[in-house]
């Protein structure tokens, strides 16, 4: 994927807002769930520790923050900023949701 300045800044501002999300670590629960990989409503984040961690975390961030979006469109979004995060903000992203739950 080419990376382009517009989506540049989303990436930028959708890890600033994921940063600031992962400072409230009452949102996210971590439980078996039955068929799904993870949910978002208004207040829980939660997400089936038997699953791609990452890929989960960063879909239901989307759907915390873009509730309007369809799942199309949050599924496409998901897999683009998965193979434009770099190893450090990786590493970063799951340091920081590993010490809040």
């Not at 540049?8 to 600031?20: A, G, Q, T």
Request: one cysteine or more; aromatic letters at 14%; glycine letters at 0%.
């Amino acid at each position: 994927m080419k990376k382009t300045k517009k989506y540049s800044r989303f990436i930028s501002n959708y890890l600033s807002k994921l940063y600031k999300l992962l400072n409230e670590p009452y949102i996210f629960s971590i439980k078996k769930l039955n068929k799904l990989q993870g949910y978002c409503d208004s207040d829980e984040i939660c997400i089936d520790y038997r699953k791609d961690i990452l890929s989960t975390l960063i879909h239901e961030v989307l759907h915390y923050y873009y509730p309007n979006w369809s799942e199309t469109k949050v599924l496409n979004e998901e897999r683009k900023i998965i193979n434009y995060l770099t190893i450090k903000q990786v590493k970063n992203i799951l340091r920081r949701f590993t010490s809040i739950i």
